[in-house]
Structure formats: C-alpha cells, structure tokens
C-alpha cells in the first residue's frame, strides 16, 4: 500500500479558481501521445465545474461525460456546494447536480442539463501514457501523463477524519492549479480521475482508477443527494 503524505489540498482563493488538489500536467509542447482523433475525443468530453457555495470564490476543477449527460469528477471540488456551473469544451454553459458521490474515495457524478461525447471506460498499464484536458486562460488544453505504477493509495478522505483507500495510479506529469477531477484517457478510454499531487516530489500525482468509480456511475439517478459540507483542507 502506498500511504499518500504531504499532499496538497490547499484553498487558495484566487480569482476563479480554488486551488484544491490538483493533477500533474505536461505542456503539448513536450509531445501529446494522442492521436488526433483521440485527443479530439478527450477534448470533446471534458469539462471545466465551477461549484458555489463553500467559499466566495467558485471551487475550481475538471471532469468528463462517462455517459451522454454524466460527468465524472472528485468530490471535493463539489461538496457543499449550492450550485454548479459546468464548462463544456466548446464554451457552452449548463446546470450540474450531484447524483451520486463518495467521499470516501473522493468521486462524484453530476447530472448536466445537457449532453455531451461522453468517453467509454477501459484500462492503462504502468509505463504508458495518456491525455488528459485542462483548461488554461478559460480554453481546453490536451496535456499529457505517465502512468509510472498501480497501487493501493492509502489516502484520507475529503473530510480527513478518517481513511479512504483506492486503487489508483501514481502518475507523472508537470503541476497546474485547479486540476482535480480531470479525467485520464488512454486509447480513447477513460482510465482513472486525478484527485492529488505531492508537495515533496516534483512530477508526481495520484489518480484513482475508473473502476473505483463504476458502482458510483451505474447507480446515479436524476434526483440530486445531499453532498455534505464542504471539504476540509
């Protein structure tokens, strides 16, 4: 098992953006290992969720559609919240509510007032590489990453009273504020959600691996639930 310490979930309130845990990314201009259809795809599937309602700023992150009106992201970025404004990739806006989240291991499902491409779920071996969007100056970016190993993480939860154990990968990649929830793809497929980054290691991050999240998808309704108060940290 690997016990994740010294990891960032800091609260930075700067304009637009809650620094949160937040995924390693590399610039493109290190080399996307998509190809252009499959980065077109992670593209078109991501989002960027801005939650209200913790803070006075927005919490800031990332997230992908798993189904045609589903998206996947972390819960920290939106627990407590009292609404959520969800970016698509072409710039459109529309209304989220979570349907589903564990705290536990940090995923949420929100239910978009919309549809979107969503991505089908598969698998990334340790030593390949993938995508994953970010958003920079407001516009989608594909980045890329590693996955360097798959492990038990042995992490708290988003309320850090307690643990939250996962499977997941230790990735690497460069660092950007207000990644969390971005999701992982590999061949098409998304692989995993990142939800932390080392504050003693440069270019190392955890994802959790999609299968973690599946329960979590197939059981999300179109009521909202209750997300709990915000996260600590």
């Not at 996962?166 to 660092?175: F, H, L």
């Not at 504020?177 to 990142?194: E, N, Q, T």
Request: glycine share 10%; hydrophobic share 40%.
């Amino acid at each position: 098992d690997i016990g994740v310490t010294g990891v960032q979930t800091c609260a930075l309130p700067i304009s637009h953006v809650r620094c949160v845990v937040v995924a390693f990314v590399m610039s493109l201009a290190a080399g996307c290992s998509g190809t252009p259809s499959e980065t077109s795809r992670a593209v078109s599937a991501a989002v960027r969720i801005e939650a209200e309602g913790c803070q006075s700023r927005p919490s800031v992150g990332g997230g992908s559609f798993v189904t045609s009106d589903l998206v996947l992201t972390v819960a920290h970025v939106v627990a407590g919240s009292t609404d959520i404004d969800v970016i698509l990739s072409d710039g459109k806006e529309a209304d989220g509510h979570v349907v589903a989240i564990d705290r536990e291991k940090d995923l949420a499902v929100l239910k978009v007032e919309t549809t979107g491409s969503p991505l089908p779920r598969g698998f990334v071996r340790p030593g390949s590489s993938g995508i994953f969007v970010v958003w920079r100056d407001d516009d989608p970016v594909a980045q890329r990453f590693t996955a360097r190993s798959f492990v038990d993480i042995n992490a708290s939860n988003i309320d850090h009273d307690g643990p939250g154990l996962r499977r997941g990968y230790q990735i690497e990649a460069d660092v950007a504020k207000g990644d969390s929830g971005s999701v992982l793809v590999h061949d098409g497929r998304a692989v995993a959600v990142v939800f932390a980054r080392s504050t003693s290691a440069s270019q190392r991050a955890w994802a959790t691996d999609i299968g973690e999240a599946n329960q979590l998808i197939n059981s999300a309704g179109d009521d909202p639930v209750p997300t709990g108060d915000c996260a600590k940290g």
